[in-house]
């Protein structure tokens, strides 16, 4: 059956915070209770809610996933890497003291590259892992490929992205997009993306050596207004320094945030617009407004509930994604069989150890 796919329909989420809050509150409780070790099943059931109200096309999302894989995924990424991680980094500590800073760096180096490695290593296992747990009309997705190769890939083109002052991050960031995906399935279908470093995506990235500049320029006036203000007393002048200073942090600080909120919103949906699976191509819709909307209603609702709001965090940001989702072209449901790739038994462990996103 050929199903044609419009951005009216295609991806709808119908939750409702009223539902999740007890689910929320009660992953707390538990959480708390245990002493932290509830916490895998505390996201079990989060992602089991979030995913059932989803909607994709004609059939709601399921996950599959338990508490118990993330639990032993978290305990191998420990002791498999984490241990050693902090052995080395106790060495190096051991071997600066005495002197020996020549091995000590030498041991930093391979600490740098080995954590390097493993982010790239984690982000890959955790999406494919997530993957393989996300059903649809009873198939699933996933890849073959283990990602220990990604891991390399990661390692090196973060460090020739850091080249020429950052200036290459841009690229590094789209190719690992897109080697991620291309080694992605759902069903008998592979992923396809193609994103490319466009002008527009470049010229964003650019502004951030614009703040810089502008914050020294910046500077060097407000100094040269000091000294021109030479009557004044030295308590005025202390006082006058010490509120420019923080202003001029908070203002540094908020100015950044916004220029790569702004170039993450275009690189967003470069990479998404360039993605597709069978005979469907991707879009997401999310403007920079849009970003900086939900951050500010996160913030607010963080703050203004003294850190409660934070359970709802992740609820937000699923909608947030969902909802500003979009499928085009046609699905031959006839044609979607299951997936004949390798399903991991553990979950995201060193995702979860290193606290960083993979969507």
């Known amino acids: 059956m050929d199903q044609e796919t ?14 999740f809050a007890p689910i929320a509150f009660t992953n707390l409780l538990l959480s708390i209770v245990t002493l932290g070790v509830y916490t895998f099943w505390a996201k079990t059931r989060e992602r089991r809610y979030l995913w059932s109200r989803t909607r994709f096309i004609d059939d709601r999302l399921e996950w599959t996933g338990t508490g118990l894989e993330l639990f032993i995924g978290y305990l191998a990424a420990f002791f498999l890497f984490l ?35 493993l982010i790239g290593f984690a982000v890959y296992r955790a999406m494919r892992y997530r993957l393989s747990r996300t059903y649809w009309h ?12 990604y891991g390399f890939s990661h390692l090196w083109k973060t460090i020739v992205g850091s080249l020429a002052l950052g200036l290459m991050v ?27 470093v466009t002008g527009s995506l470049m010229g964003r990235y650019l502004l951030s050596y614009l703040v810089p500049i502008v914050a020294l320029i910046g500077i060097a006036f407000v100094f040269a207004s000091f000294d021109r203000s030479a009557g004044s007393s030295p308590e005025d002048i ?7 200073a923080v202003l001029g942090y908070i203002a540094f600080f908020v100015v950044l945030g916004l220029i790569a909120l702004v170039f993450y919103a275009a690189y967003f949906r470069e990479v998404v617009s360039n993605l597709s699976l069978g005979g469907l191509d991707f879009e997401f819709s999310a403007r920079t407004k849009d970003w900086l909307a939900l951050f500010i209603v996160n913030f607010l609702l963080v703050v203004g509930t003294l850190g409660i709001g934070a359970l709802f965090l992740g609820y937000r940001n699923w909608a947030f994604f969902v909802r500003h989702m979009q499928a085009y072209g046609t699905l031959n449901l006839d044609d979607f069989t299951q997936s004949t ?10 995702l979860d150890a290193f606290d960083v996103g993979a969507f």
């Open 6 to 19: 419009t951005s009216a329909r295609a991806f709808e989420f119908d939750g409702n915070w009223r539902e």
């Open 83 to 117: 241990l050693p991680l902090g052995l080395i980094q106790f060495a190096i500590q051991a071997l600066a003291i005495r002197g020996q800073d020549g091995l000590a760096g030498l041991l930093f180096l391979v600490f740098y590259l080995g954590f390097l490695y």
């Open 138 to 149: 009873g198939i699933r997705g996933g890849s073959d490929d283990q990602g220990f190769g």
């Open 170 to 196: 841009p690229w590094a960031m789209v190719n690992l997009w897109n080697e991620r995906w291309n080694r992605m399935s759902f069903g008998p279908h592979e992923f396809e993306s193609h994103a490319s």
């Open 238 to 244: 202390q006082v006058a320094v010490i509120v420019g």
């Open 341 to 350: 790739t390798r399903a991991p038994r553990q979950g995201e462990g060193l």
